[in-house]
């Protein structure tokens, strides 16, 4: 069975740091490209961060600078460093995977193989 299981959401403050995890199982991990994308409450899907097998990643300009990517294929996990928060971060994070060569920047459900179930983040004081 495949599952991918998000944790390390929850409520911080303005300026604040959270890191997400993305526990990926059922599925090879290490062959598929991995992305982040979140939903505010209201809105759409973003895309939010994506990242290769081999390490090259790729980022929404609203998060660039301030949120990091990355994966541990040993241990079948993807992260999202998420600093400097803003209150326009606040949503249901998403972690989702796609078997390809490329990061994927989409956001459609047949966009990828498999969704995660979320985990939200609070920005707020």
């Known amino acids: 069975e495949v599952q991918l299981v998000e944790s390390g959401g929850g409520l911080v403050q303005p300026g604040g740091s959270l890191r997400l995890s993305c526990a990926a199982s059922?599925?090879?991990?290490?062959?598929?490209?991995m992305s982040w994308v979140r939903q505010a409450p209201g809105k759409g899907l973003e895309w939010v961060s994506g990242?290769?097998?081999?390490?090259?990643?790729r980022y929404a300009d609203s998060v660039k600078g301030r949120f990091t990517i990355s994966r541990d294929n040993a241990k079948n996990t993807l992260y999202l460093q998420m600093n400097s928060l803003k209150p326009e971060d606040t949503a249901a994070y998403y972690c989702?995977?796609?078997?390809?060569?490329?990061?994927?920047?989409?956001?459609?459900?047949?966009?990828?193989?498999?969704w995660g179930q979320g985990t939200q983040v609070t920005v707020s004081s």
């Open positions: 989702a995977a796609k078997r390809s060569g490329w990061v994927v920047t989409g956001t459609r459900p047949n966009d990828y193989d498999y």
């Open positions: 990242i290769n097998s081999r390490g090259g990643t």
């Open positions: 059922g599925f090879t991990f290490s062959s598929h490209v």
